[in-house]
């Protein structure tokens, strides 16, 4: 007999599943009904909104239960629908429009800290039993790991928490030259980093299932950003709009586009200042020893409208360290920014920590301009520390991200939300977890995690291929369906 992760504690012999018919929970025993993990083939087992312009986005049915697209009527303050089993079916492709205004959404309140040491340490014996089972190199995407370790947001809000600088990002396009624009975004892709990651210990966020999204918008004090410097054109809707408020409003949505591989793609735009960012991201994890790595593969691309340029990026890896004492994280691995209309790049290293002594969490930059090879600006420091700059013209600047003002993100109440996005989703999880209700929070996730696999099933036998409600396939990537960049009238 095996022990199964899927609760707090191993159980011998036994699935969270075995009293659910044809569950089939994925766990690292035998005799659990796992499907892929085991080698058992069992079946058992608030705002500042006047004259700010409103952003179309498909409508998430807020008085429809939605679990990854099947819709029925449910109240959301009825009880837990993690707790029922419900069919799963594809949304259609054309879902209807609804405005998200600034006058729906409040300030978030949530700092996503994490201080559950303690936790941890109780749990140590199912994690050394765990870290038994598992073999160098396994890739842990299709591995169900304890409740526990989970973090109280999902992937998607933490790739938004990345912008939690708005500021720097507007700022980027007020660049008087191609060099300046250039070193602008490698200064705030250097400082975004540090916010996305809460506390010192490192947890896991939520797996978003598939169809999953997570919308959120900031209002940035226009006397924070750099005025723009660009020659006249025709003024778009939005920036008629929004030139008579105090504030620029940055939009973000987020979406699970696949589960096999888990692939997520996020857009965020400034309609008002002419740019925004599309990216997707593919996270692959495996098992290192006593450190799990988690790659992100995929690329995003910033687009500047009024300077006809965009800015091809990528992401570094992120590692959980020392995952039997204190787990703490880590970045690594060299990241490229590259735009072909202006001919400059950038390499941004994260540095990993040297077996012997040797300091963490360092990262270096710099920035050349491809025909000469003429380095413009170099950067050293501490991704989650200080950062010091070094230009060209031999002038010099510390940035302190600990120091930077956060701006915080605006986002509409649980209640206001479709039952798709995922606060929403994950709300009785999240619950249980801040009452340390362990056990609760794991019935919760599960049935989550079968209600997916229930629609996977479904849609296979209805020959009915997912289809995504904000992101379009084009190639090997995910573009947002209504992009700034195909629609200037926005």
Same mark, same amino acid.
């Given at each position: 007999m095996g022990w199964c992760y899927d609760k707090k504690w191993a159980s011998l012999g036994q699935g969270r599943g075995s009293d659910r018919g044809d569950c089939e929970w994925v766990c690292l025993g035998q005799g659990c009904g796992c499907e892929w993990g085991g080698t058992c083939r069992s079946k058992r087992g608030k705002r500042q909104s006047e004259n700010v312009p409103v952003w179309a986005v498909p409508k998430s049915p807020s008085e429809e239960c939605l679990r990854n697209s099947g819709a029925s009527t449910l109240s959301s303050t009825e009880p837990s629908p993690s707790l029922r089993n419900k069919n799963l079916l594809q949304h259609t492709e054309q879902d209807r429009m609804e405005v998200i205004s600034p006058d729906e959404e409040v300030m978030d309140s949530d700092d996503n800290s994490e201080e559950d040491l303690g936790v941890l340490e109780d749990q140590r014996s199912v994690i050394l039993h765990l870290l038994s089972q598992l073999k160098l190199g396994m890739d842990l995407t299709r591995v169900v790991l304890p409740t526990f370790i989970l973090e109280k947001r999902s992937l998607l809000?933490?790739?938004?928490?990345?912008?939690?600088?708005?500021?720097?990002?507007?700022?980027?396009?007020?660049?008087?030259?191609?060099?300046?624009?250039?070193?602008?975004?490698?200064?705030?892709?250097?400082?975004?980093?540090?916010?996305?990651?809460?506390? %010192?210990? @490192?947890?896991?966020? +939520?797996?978003? *299932?598939?169809?999953?999204?997570?919308?959120? $918008?900031?209002?940035? /004090?226009?006397?924070?950003?750099?005025?723009?410097?660009?020659?006249?054109?025709?003024?778009?809707?939005?920036?008629? %709009?929004? @030139?008579?408020?105090? +504030?620029?409003? *940055?939009?973000?949505?987020?979406?699970?586009? $696949?589960?096999?591989? /888990?692939?997520?793609?996020?857009?965020?735009?400034?309609?008002?200042?002419?740019?925004?960012?599309?990216?997707?991201?593919?996270?692959?994890?495996?098992?290192?020893?006593?450190?799990?790595?988690?790659?992100?593969?995929?690329?995003?691309?910033?687009?500047?409208?009024?300077?006809?340029?965009?800015?091809?990026?990528?992401?570094?890896?992120?590692?959980?360290?020392s995952i039997i004492t204190v787990p703490w994280v880590e970045l690594g691995g060299k990241v490229t920014i590259s735009c072909a209309q202006t001919g400059y790049s950038a390499s941004v290293t994260f540095h990993t920590k040297p077996f012997y002594a040797g300091k963490v969490h360092r990262v270096s930059a710099e920035v050349k301009q491809n025909s000469s090879g003429t380095v413009v600006c170099k950067a050293q420091g501490e991704w989650n520390g200080t950062l010091e700059f070094t230009y060209s013209s031999g002038e010099t600047k510390v940035i302190d991200t600990n120091k930077l003002p956060v701006i915080k993100k605006m986002i509409r109440p649980v209640e206001k939300q479709g039952r798709s996005e995922s606060r929403r989703l994950w709300q009785h999880v999240t619950a249980a977890l801040k009452e340390e209700n362990i056990d609760l929070a794991t019935e919760h996730k599960h049935q989550l995690e079968e209600d997916q696999r229930s629609g996977e099933r479904q849609r296979a036998t209805n020959n009915m291929p997912w289809k995504p409600k904000y992101f379009n396939k084009e190639g090997d990537g995910w573009v947002y369906r209504n992009p700034l960049w195909k629609n200037t009238l926005r």
């Open positions: 809000e933490m790739y938004a928490n990345f912008m939690a600088h708005p500021d720097l990002f507007l700022s980027i396009s007020a660049g008087n030259t191609p060099e300046e624009r250039m070193v602008r975004f490698v200064e705030y892709y250097m400082t975004a980093f540090h916010e996305g990651r809460k506390g %010192a210990i @490192a947890k896991k966020p +939520y797996n978003p *299932v598939l169809g999953e999204t997570f919308c959120c $918008s900031w209002a940035v /004090p226009r006397e924070r950003v750099h005025p723009l410097r660009v020659g006249p054109r025709d003024v778009t809707n939005q920036e008629a %709009a929004g @030139a008579e408020s105090d +504030y620029y409003r *940055v939009r973000f949505v987020a979406e699970q586009v $696949s589960h096999h591989p /888990p692939v997520s793609g996020f857009y965020c735009e400034c309609a008002e200042r002419g740019m925004c960012v599309n990216a997707h991201i593919w996270t692959k994890s495996k098992f290192m020893g006593m450190s799990v790595g988690v790659s992100m593969v995929g690329e995003g691309v910033l687009h500047l409208r009024d300077h006809g340029e965009e800015y091809v990026f990528t992401f570094p890896s992120a590692f959980a360290r």
